[in-house]
């Protein structure tokens, strides 16, 4: 075992369960459950430091930059779960939001556990996609000293951009080398030292804030609706045109063929409904207020 990592906090070994593996299912099932009810509360108590990494990865988003996240083994596929998933929510290209993990994409099914520990690798990643003061990197490491994670976000920030630092012990190096710290601790895992685990489901948590919230700061949402969501199945269609339906107030009748001329953009749709504006010029409208709705809409007042 590396020298140093006995004393994280995720290698801890939880009291009381010397015995676990003799234990009643049903015990198993409630001590596990007990460990993942710890983990909600832990992030909440990172709260200001993930508003701010918000705002500021919102920052630079808005002027054009991009959202990276980078790691290693479960915390690089969490990164890539996240990053994955922007698109068809929040309308998203894959070269606005995207993840590098440790040994490629292949390591996202078939474990690459080397390359964690080679922090030149990192630099290798982030210099192929040419990482830049435009943008945001989000380092992501349960142990929070991950040499492809911090040496990337080293790296990164070096290079002027914005680096958020995302571990489940405090005082990490990871947490160091960032602009911006977020050090959710859990605790010792349920299995000692499986991170995928409560770590996991914190940095997934935290993943989560930091996308979602960071699309409602562009105006990727309209209140509580993902009205840049991209329309490409029958769920998805049908969805949209609730949304339509909801913000406009008028029936499937007429919702349905607006979002037809939209080519499927609740915007859009949204906009030519309310305005009686034409495809085009909802569409035009929205480029000129970087897809928000309601400036959109503010503009045909």
Request: glycine share 10%.
């Given at each position: 075992?590396?020298?140093?990592i006995s004393?994280?906090?995720?290698e801890?070994?939880?009291?009381?369960?010397?015995?676990?593996?003799?234990?009643?299912?049903?015990?198993?099932?409630r001590?596990?459950?007990?460990?993942?009810s710890l983990v909600?509360?832990?992030?909440?108590?990172?709260?200001?430091q993930?508003?701010a990494?918000?705002?500021?990865?919102?920052?630079?988003?808005?002027q054009?930059?991009?959202?990276?996240?980078?790691g290693?083994?479960?915390?690089?596929?969490?990164?890539?779960?996240?990053?994955?998933?922007?698109g068809p929510?929040?309308g998203?290209t894959?070269?606005?939001?995207?993840?590098?993990?440790a040994?490629?994409?292949?390591?996202f099914?078939?474990?690459v556990?080397?390359?964690?520990?080679?922090?030149?690798?990192?630099v290798?990643?982030?210099?192929?996609v040419?990482?830049?003061?435009a943008?945001?990197v989000v380092?992501?490491s349960?142990?929070?000293?991950?040499?492809?994670?911090v040496?990337?976000?080293?790296h990164?920030?070096?290079?002027?951009a914005?680096?958020?630092?995302?571990?489940?012990n405090?005082g990490?190096?990871l947490?160091?080398?960032?602009?911006?710290a977020?050090e959710?601790v859990?605790?010792?895992?349920?299995?000692?030292?499986?991170?995928?685990?409560?770590a996991g489901?914190?940095?997934k948590?935290?993943?989560n804030?930091?996308?979602?919230l960071t699309?409602?700061?562009?105006?990727?949402?309209?209140?509580?609706?993902?009205?840049?969501?991209?329309?490409?199945?029958?769920?998805l269609?049908?969805?949209?045109q609730?949304?339509?339906?909801?913000?406009t107030g008028l029936p499937d009748t007429?919702?349905?063929?607006?979002?037809?001329?939209a080519?499927?953009?609740?915007?859009a749709?949204v906009i030519?409904?309310?305005?009686?504006?034409?495809?085009?010029?909802a569409?035009?409208?929205?480029?000129r207020?970087?897809?928000?709705?309601?400036?959109?809409l503010?503009s045909f007042?």
């Open positions: 075992m590396t020298r140093g004393d994280l906090v995720t801890q070994r939880l009291p009381g369960l010397d015995d676990l593996d003799m234990l009643p299912t049903i015990d198993l099932v001590r596990m459950s007990e460990q993942d909600p509360a832990a992030v909440a108590g990172q709260s200001e993930i508003a990494a918000v705002d500021a990865v919102s920052a630079r988003l808005r054009g930059g991009r959202l990276i996240y980078l290693a083994g479960t915390a690089g596929r969490i990164g890539m779960l996240d990053a994955s998933e922007c929510t929040f998203t894959p070269s606005e939001v995207f993840a590098l993990i040994g490629g994409p292949s390591a099914t078939v474990a556990e080397g390359a964690e520990d080679s922090a030149a690798l990192a290798a990643d982030l210099t192929a040419e990482v830049s003061a943008d945001a380092g992501i349960a142990s929070g000293r991950t040499p492809y994670a040496g990337g976000v080293r990164a920030r070096a290079a002027g914005l680096t958020v630092g995302v571990a489940c405090a990490s190096a947490g160091a080398a960032a602009d911006l977020i959710v859990v605790g010792p895992e349920f299995l000692t030292g499986s991170t995928r685990l409560k489901t914190a940095q948590l935290v993943c804030m930091i996308s979602t699309m409602v700061r562009l105006g990727r949402t309209h209140g509580n609706l993902m009205t840049h969501l991209v329309a490409s199945n029958e769920k269609w049908a969805r949209a609730d949304m339509v339906s909801s913000i007429e919702v349905a063929p607006a979002l037809r001329a080519d499927g953009s609740v915007p749709a030519m409904l309310l305005t009686g504006a034409d495809p085009a010029e569409r035009a409208a929205l480029e207020t970087s897809g928000n709705l309601r400036e959109a503010r007042a």
